[in-house]
């Protein structure tokens, strides 16, 4: 039996999920306006609880690791490494994109590729293409301006919290381009993946983060 | 809590990421800690972001090593205590959610330490003073982010009597230190510089010196340097006068150290001891300032060693171990707080 705790604090929304052989056992998701720091702990500590189970009887603990706001993705990395050392098990990353297209439903994800897009608020999408009918990004998401969108090369379906406008700007070039609901990711989906990766139908992905740009600094002079 | 009982106590609020095992009995079993100076040294301060993906790059694998070092497993463990303010929100929130990560493994309780609280706490670690400071005592907080003289009568009891009007006093040190072209850190490169200067040649202004209370001030100090470097052109300026600028400026601040210490005395009659802490607490001239007004009072001069002085993570877990001790633990669900003024404290 495969038993995964899942933590996602990557977007506007943070959610933490216990899955048991890719079945939903608990979950846990609320809008992260008051701060993912302090949600996120008590979430993982809930569903870990209704599930009936300790950390240590986990298989894994995924988390996801962007793109997406660097505090957040933080305080959901730093809380999977924490369960993850002291339970003595293994960490797998889930990235954001794989996160928005596992709740994407599979009769569209069969047929068309999902373009997963983050607003990075500076003026640009990172976007993570993955594949029809694959749940793993190929690639590094790659920062584009909306006016820079590289051409799809067949039918998409768009997710994550830039959707709405990117999915409106392909239609405007008469792509075929569908606005899917997955705007946020979540954990259950991020678990979702993360059981494809323990049991190897996925490559495997290290829970390290994925910022994509650099800090917003630079040196004096 | 039996004494052999240990506590894993982490920090992460500002540059440093540490982690130490520390027993109920003050036994240090393990402690680390990695500076960042390099990480930031190239922008002449502390950049949070770049500060916050060090902490969760090393803090796990710290966390590991002093276990290791300790002997002991996460099980074994009476409590996990992780800063969680005030500092830098960034890597207060590494340290605090990667602690209560720890926590939840195993249904341990997690403590959220003050930072602040802390400091002022190390004066009472076992083996540090004879038998430990008793309270209350005058606690002097200098470092880089923080300027204040504390009552500390009791763990989560503490009265701020007075604070920094404009910059910290590190902040002082490093704002001058650059102004005299030394690199960042500058507290310790300007003392340095100004162990080969003549502080009388230059005299410089000691702000708020014999005023009532125990504010502090530095930025006219400040200035007073950027004023006597501005009188030559840029570069120019002669090393002696570098030198004398250094050792003047320093004085000054310790001069002005030593009045609002006495000062604070005066407003905490019943303080056992005199305790400094904080990256500044390094700086000889200001520690033998500071001992000069405690022996005038007949009062020890408490300065922890400077690896207890700067950013640690021995000092959370012992603060850690004071507040399990006393029962005082906090909710998984606490938000790490870039400002939380010790008077907030609940005990």
């Known amino acids: 039996m495969a038993r995964i705790l899942a933590i996602d604090g990557a977007l506007a929304r943070c959610s933490a999920a216990l899955l048991e052989d890719g079945v939903l056992r608990a979950a846990r998701a609320e809008a992260g306006d008051r701060g993912h720091a302090a949600l996120l702990p008590p979430m993982a500590e809930a569903v870990l609880a209704e599930a009936g189970l300790r950390a240590t009887q986990l298989d894994a603990v995924a988390v996801v690791v962007g793109p997406g706001g660097f505090t957040g993705l933080r305080a959901a990395l730093a809380l999977a490494e924490g369960i993850g050392l002291a339970a003595g098990r293994p960490l797998i990353g889930v990235t954001t994109g794989e996160a928005l297209a596992a709740a994407v439903p599979e009769a569209v994800r069969a047929s068309r590729a999902v373009w997963a897009v983050v607003d990075n608020r500076r003026g640009r999408v990172l976007l993570e293409r993955i594949p029809p009918g694959s749940l793993a990004a190929t690639a590094l998401p790659e920062p584009v301006t909306e006016a820079e969108l590289p051409l799809p090369r067949g039918p998409v379906a768009v997710a994550g919290d830039a959707a709405l406008a990117v999915a409106a700007r392909l239609a405007a070039r008469g792509e075929d381009a569908l606005l899917t609901e997955s705007r946020l990711p979540d954990a259950a989906a991020a678990g979702l993946v993360a059981a494809l990766r323990l049991a190897g139908r996925l490559p495997p992905r290290e829970a390290r983060p994925l910022y994509v740009e650099p800090p917003a600094v630079r040196p004096p002079g | ?347």
């Open chain 2, 1 to 347: 809590m039996d004494d052999t009982a240990a506590v894993l106590g982490l920090e992460s609020s500002c540059d440093e990421t540490a982690a130490a095992v520390l027993r109920a009995d003050g036994t240090i079993l393990a402690e680390a800690v990695l500076s960042q100076l390099e990480e930031h040294a190239a922008f002449g301060g502390v950049v949070p972001e770049i500060a916050a993906r060090a902490h969760l790059d090393h803090l796990p694998r710290l966390a590991a090593r002093v276990m290791a070092e300790a002997g002991l497993g996460f099980a074994d463990l009476a409590g996990i205590a992780a800063t969680s303010g005030p500092g830098l929100i960034g890597g207060l929130i590494v340290g605090a959610s990667f602690g209560k990560g720890l926590a939840i493994a195993h249904g341990l309780p997690f403590v959220a330490v003050n930072h602040l609280e802390a400091h002022a706490l190390t004066a009472t670690l076992p083996g540090l003073v004879e038998g430990g400071a008793r309270f209350p005592y005058l606690l002097l907080l200098l470092s880089g982010g923080h300027c204040q003289c504390v009552a500390v009568e009791g763990v989560g009891h503490f009265r701020r009597l007075g604070t920094t009007l404009d910059d910290a006093v590190g902040e002082a040190f490093d704002k001058a230190a650059k102004l005299l072209g030394l690199p960042w850190p500058g507290g310790p490169a300007l003392e340095r510089l100004a162990a080969t200067g003549d502080a009388a040649r230059i005299r410089l202004p000691r702000p708020l010196l014999g005023r009532a209370g125990c504010d502090f001030s530095f930025s006219g100090l400040k200035t007073a340097v950027a004023h006597a470097v501005a009188r030559h052109p840029p570069g120019a300026l002669p090393e002696a006068d570098r030198a004398d600028l250094a050792a003047g400026f320093q004085a000054s601040v310790a001069a002005v150290m030593a009045d609002r210490a006495r000062h604070a005395l005066d407003m905490l009659p019943a303080a056992t001891a005199l305790v400094v802490a904080g990256g500044v607490a390094a700086n000889g001239a200001v520690r033998t300032a500071l001992a000069g007004a405690a022996r005038e009072r007949g009062l020890p001069m408490v300065a922890p060693p400077i690896r207890l002085c700067t950013d640690n993570a021995v000092m959370v877990a012992w603060a850690g171990i004071e507040r399990l001790r006393r029962g005082l633990t906090d909710p998984l669900g606490h938000a790490p707080r870039p400002r939380w003024p010790l008077d907030q404290l609940t005990a």
